[in-house]
């Protein structure tokens, strides 16, 4: 589970995010990231109803993102709060390839610390 200290929980917080914040397209995943004044990363993820009908589909695409950046959370660069956006065709991929996914646009944004 992700640390409380990591979630990104508040409306407002998202909505800054949202509107302010820069975004990254990796074919079925969508970053919005904006930098903010903490020492910590904040994550949030959104899945709507037009990836996945059923609740218990959505929550699972939202358990499998939250565990990759779980993992990757000791090389993320601190300082930025980031939304992970869910689009169609998400609900059909392997962890391994959401996996990647992430990885890749953390990449492409150089929030991923090269090791």
Known sequence: ????????KRIKDFQVVL???????EDFLILKYLKNKLSINRVGFIV?????????????????????VRKNLNRLTPG???????QKGSE???????????????????ILKND
């Open 19 to 25: 509107k302010m914040g820069k975004g990254r397209k």
């Open 1 to 8: 589970m992700l640390p409380r200290a990591n979630r990104l």
């Open 48 to 68: 709507s109803q037009k990836v996945a009908k059923k609740a218990t589909q959505r929550n699972k695409i939202k358990r499998r993102l939250r565990e990759v």
């Open 92 to 110: 059909e991929k392997k962890f391994s390839e959401l996996e990647e996914k992430v990885e890749q646009l953390l990449k492409k944004t150089k």
């Open 80 to 86: 930025y709060d980031m939304i992970f956006i869910a």
